[in-house]
């Protein structure tokens, strides 16, 4: 299995612009995670979906965040407007059975 | 809210040296995993421990779940400057569908 993908690996951007990053789970897994990683915070939960179906969307910081899933194997997590505050590392991570979480490798998203 | 607690944040070490991280909560975990992050890459899970007062080793690695399953820690013996990297527990409570992941160790091992 590939593993958890992630596009793109890098994205630049300047503020104001909307930003989509994208998602391919393990194939199988039913649960998917998006985090959000600084310096500052840590690794932050934004949102997790179940059978395709949001279940905690509490740790989406503002109405400019959403994220979708609308089948098993793809999600995505946009931002519209971008703000330099969201330059972080943005990750998506896959569960199937088991606890464990894999991750995808991430993307480095700058806003300027 | 911050419901696992690293320590320490920064650890500086010499190759060859030994040392623990530690991984603290008052709530209660159904398991609690240990992953490790390289630069540049996501976490990767290390150990899962499920059982209270369990020890499980990895090579020079070994974890140690809490008897009240509120803690855990990860000793390292001889570090190499290959196990440099962010270390994160992660707690999974019954019930909750996510992890809880904790606020990280950041080791560096100095050749």
């Known amino acids: 299995d590939a593993g958890v993908i992630q596009s793109p690996r890098h994205e630049v951007t300047e503020m104001g612009q909307e930003v989509t990053l994208r998602c391919k789970p393990i194939s199988g897994h039913n649960s998917l995670f998006w985090y959000r990683q600084t310096m500052m915070r840590g690794l932050e939960l934004l949102i997790y979906f179940n059978n395709n179906v949001p279940i905690d969307d509490s740790g989406m910081p503002e109405d400019r965040f959403s994220a979708k899933m609308p089948n098993a194997s793809f999600s995505t997590l946009k931002i519209q407007p971008s703000e330099p505050r969201d330059s972080a590392v943005y990750f998506c991570a896959s569960r199937g059975r088991f606890v464990e979480q894999f991750f995808g490798p991430g993307t480095r998203l700058t806003v300027l | 809210t911050q419901l696992l607690e690293q320590s320490p944040q920064f650890l500086s070490i010499q190759e060859g040296e030994n040392l623990t991280v530690y991984c603290n909560s008052s709530?209660?975990?159904?398991?609690l995993q240990w992953y490790r992050q390289e630069p540049g890459e996501g976490p990767v899970l290390l150990v899962t421990?499920?059982?209270?007062?369990e020890v499980k080793k990895l090579k020079r690695l070994t974890f140690q779940f809490g008897d009240a399953r509120k803690d855990s820690s990860l000793h390292i013996t001889a570090a190499q400057p290959g196990d440099t990297g962010l270390y994160l527990c992660a707690g999974d409570q019954t019930g909750a569908n996510n992890l809880f992941f904790g606020t990280g160790t950041r080791l560096t091992v100095i050749p």
């Open positions: 421990v499920v059982t209270g007062g």
């Open positions: 709530s209660v975990f159904s398991s």
